[in-house]
T-cell receptor
Framework: GIQVEQSPPDLILQEGANSTLRCNFS?????LQWFHQNPWGQLINLFY???GTKQNGRLSATTVATERYSLLYISSSQTTDSGVYFC?????????????FGKGTLLTVNP | SQTIHQWPATLVQPVGSPLSLECTVE??????LYWYRQAAGRGLQLLFY??????ISSEVPQNLSASRPQDRQFILSSKKLLLSDSGFYLC?????????FGEGSWLTVV
């Protein structure tokens, strides 16, 4: 099956700093999503981004499908950005929406 | 709008006891439904998915089972829990190219 690798595994920032999270995947994909898991466990959709660039407030994401990677940018980080960020991809040819998740990046933003 | 709920939110169960986690989706019909588990170490593992009533597919062999008695209801069960069943269980539904997760259920087997 497809492999999804995220880096870095852990990241500690001071409030106000910027960061880039990376997601590499081993094969062509139909879809790619970024999620934020808050400290209470809730998984929140951030972006559906199989290719191109999207922005939502202080967050933006870019996927370069031909090179099999995606980047999540967090600017002017806040303590509420803390949590685990997951990248998940959908393989081509599936009969249902099957996502393969990376192991996530644990982000800690200190005040 | 669509919503997804799962319960209970937390439970502590002894080894060998049964388990039932329930998930319901509102505001959509015939959704694809999923059960994921997140063990220590963060990764999410797909356990079961369902494309319709009574249609269940398992991704990994395990001590758990799933059922879909109604279109928008998905149940995760076990007859006898193992210590290794501890973890965070997430129900999800998908539409088009997006997946949405429930609040999760923390299971501790003691």
């Amino acid at each position: 099956g497809i492999q999804v690798e995220q880096s870095p595994p852990d990241l500690i920032l001071q409030e106000g700093a910027n960061s880039t999270l990376r997601c590499n995947f081993s094969d062509s994909v139909n879809n790619l999503q970024w999620f934020h898991q808050n400290p209470w466990g809730q998984l929140i959709n951030l972006f559906y981004i199989p290719s191109g660039t999207k922005q939502n407030g202080r967050l933006s994401a870019t996927t370069v499908a031909t090179e099999r990677y995606s980047l999540l940018y967090i600017s002017s980080s806040q303590t509420t950005d803390s949590g685990v960020y997951f990248c998940a991809v959908e393989e081509i040819g599936g009969s249902y929406y099957k996502l393969t998740f990376g192991k996530g990046t644990l982000l800690t933003v200190n005040p | 709008s669509q919503t997804i709920h799962q319960w209970p939110a937390t439970l502590v169960q002894p080894v060998g006891s049964p388990l039932s986690l329930e998930c319901t989706v509102e505001g959509t019909s015939n959704p694809n439904l999923y059960w994921y588990r997140q063990a220590a170490g963060r990764g999410l593992q797909l356990l079961f998915y369902s494309v319709g009533i009574g249609q269940i597919s398992s991704e990994v062999p395990q001590n758990l089972s799933a059922s879909r008695p109604q279109d928008r209801q998905f149940i995760l069960s076990s007859k006898k829990l193992l210590l290794s069943d501890s973890g965070f269980y997430l129900c999800a539904w998908s539409a088009k190219n997006t997946i949405y997760f429930g609040e999760g259920s923390w299971l501790t087997v003691v």
